[in-house]
């Protein structure tokens, strides 16, 4: 069974800092895109950044203010976020993508990231 | 960036009826369209892939059709457990992977 639980979520000032992980397990981690995304408090969804074999990506308003990263050997997917905005807050969901592509099969269940003075 | 247009944004039916959400994208994505399902306070759950795949648990009264920039997702008969929202997602390789704004689906 796939599992993906999120942690390290919270109320942090602007320019702050947070880091998310996301433990991983039911399936080849090594072999599958992951990514983020995330849901602002009544809004839609946004894709915000994705891994696989062949590098990172990121939407253009967290380029260089967030990083995604893997430890195949914890099974776990991380979202390290620096310079937080009050717009960075919303609930953050760990997201398995498929072999090749970046659509989702299974989903965390989030990870509420609050960016408030 | 490519954008995706979801129409309507709220729906309103009532149980048995048949519903079709439509999602046009800015230029063309092939069939690189999900569709998801989500209730409030928990996580989208994939209906759809490639445009017309069913994934695997899904009640086959969701169909999906479309390919190049129009799409759309059929619900043939609704039921109580349909009322939700609904999001298209483009996964054309090449990010940013956008999702459109979302349709509500409430009981009339």
């Known amino acids: 069974e796939v599992k993906l639980l999120e942690s390290g979520g919270g109320l942090v000032q602007p320019g702050g800092s947070l880091r998310l992980s996301c433990a991983a397990s039911?399936?080849?981690?090594?072999?599958?895109?992951m990514g983020w995304v995330r849901q602002a408090p009544g809004k839609g969804l946004e894709w915000v950044s994705g891994?696989?074999?062949?590098?990172?990506e990121y939407v253009d308003s967290v380029k260089g203010r967030f990083t995604i990263s893997r430890d195949e050997s914890k099974n776990t997917l991380y979202l390290q976020m620096n310079s937080l905005r009050t717009e960075d807050t919303a609930v953050y969901y760990c997201?398995?993508?498929?072999?090749?592509?970046?659509?989702?099969?299974?989903w965390g269940q989030g990870a509420l990231v609050t960016v408030s003075s | 960036d490519i954008q995706m247009t979801q129409s309507p944004s709220t729906l309103s039916a009532s149980i048995g009826d048949r519903v079709t959400i439509t999602c046009r994208a800015s230029?063309?994505?092939?069939?690189?369209l999900a569709w998801y399902q989500q209730k409030p306070g928990t996580a989208p759950k994939l209906l759809i892939y490639?445009?017309?795949n069913l994934e695997g648990g899904i009640p086959s009264r969701f169909s999906g059709a479309g390919s190049g920039t129009e799409f759309t997702l059929t619900i043939s008969s609704l039921q109580p457990d349909d009322f939700a929202t609904y999001y298209c997602?483009?996964?054309?390789?090449?990010?940013?992977?956008?999702f459109g704004q979302g349709t509500k689906l409430d009981i009339k």
């Open positions: 997201a398995k993508g498929s072999l090749r592509r970046f659509y989702f099969d299974y």
């Open positions: 039911g399936f080849t981690f090594t072999s599958y895109r």
């Open positions: 891994i696989s074999g062949s590098g990172t």
């Open positions: 230029q063309s994505i092939s069939s690189y």
């Open positions: 490639k445009a017309s």
């Open positions: 997602q483009q996964y054309n390789p090449s990010s940013p992977y956008n």
